[in-house]
């Protein structure tokens, strides 16, 4: 996959007149250059992929730890795949906050999802109170390093900055901010996986990407693309942002 990507979160919206939407999207052809990834609720996944027939990627968004088993109400990361998904983000802070996950059960995820043949999307970012404390440095990095399972091959990985308080918010970090997280980010998988190993992950900025910001955020250094959640809805929104990224130097 290319590592300019375009992914939208479409967290619990949609149901199936909103396959619609994504009919729309793939009406014209998408620019090249640009990999498209759309993370619908898993009951759209495969219809989601029907409908695709390849020209999208998809992805769930969220998978248990385990194989299968005794978990009612969760996904295992086979599902997904056999749904039609490639991906599958992880770690978003809406399921850190709403279900306390930790940076380790995170890590053990993104190694069911790797099992699973998905490439992980794993999401970090800061609170607005840990960024007023100047401490948002430190917390991607402990983020980082919990959870990106040990062993992963670069290639096989997608890491996306979410600053908590820009999500849904309409607030978007400075350019300046946004790079130097990814600075520090793209740094951190360097002394990881060595630089070679760094510059196969796409780094993506993701809270209140719209077509109106997507251009400037695309400017920003070490910025591969974009998770997008509100603007992923509407293919008239999401487009833009698509050709924005494509456009991006
Ligand atoms: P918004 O684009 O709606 O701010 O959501 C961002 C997000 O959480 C994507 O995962």
Redesign the pocket.
């Known amino acids: 996959m290319a590592r300019k990507l375009a992914a939208g979160?479409w967290?619990m919206n949609g149901i199936g007149e909103s396959l619609a939407e994504v009919a729309l999207l793939l009406a014209d052809p998408l620019p090249a250059g640009v990999a498209v990834l759309i993370c619908p609720p898993a009951t759209l996944l495969h219809r989601m992929a029907v409908l695709a027939a390849g020209r999208i990627a998809l992805g769930g968004q969220d998978c248990h730890a385990a194989a299968a088993g005794a978990h009612t109400g969760d996904i295992a990361a086979a599902m997904l795949a056999e749904a039609g998904a490639s991906h599958v983000?992880l770690g978003?802070?809406?399921r850190r906050a709403d279900h306390g996950e930790t940076d380790a059960q995170v890590a053990a995820k993104a190694q069911a999802a790797l099992a699973a043949g998905l490439v992980p999307v794993i999401?970090l970012g800061e609170t607005l109170a840990e960024r007023q404390a100047g401490a948002t440095l430190d917390v991607v990095a402990r983020q980082l390093a919990g959870s990106v399972p040990d062993g992963i091959a670069p290639a096989r990985l997608v890491l996306?900055y979410?600053p908590v308080w820009?999500?849904?918010?309409g607030l978007t970090p400075t350019p300046d901010q946004i790079a130097e997280v990814h600075a520090a980010l793209r740094a951190g998988l360097s002394a990881r996986f060595g630089a070679a190993g760094a510059a196969q992950v796409p780094l993506l900025y993701?809270?209140?990407?719209k077509a109106s910001n997507a251009a400037a955020i695309f400017a920003v250094p070490e910025v591969d693309g974009a998770?997008?959640?509100?603007?992923s809805l509407k293919a008239a929104d999401f487009r833009p942002i698509v050709a924005a990224l494509a456009a991006a130097a």
Do not use: M, R, T, Y
Request: overall charge negative; aromatic content about 0%; charged content about 15%.
């Open positions: 979160n967290k983000i978003h802070s809406e999401c996306a979410e820009a999500i849904g918010s993701g809270g209140s990407v998770l997008v959640g509100g603007a």
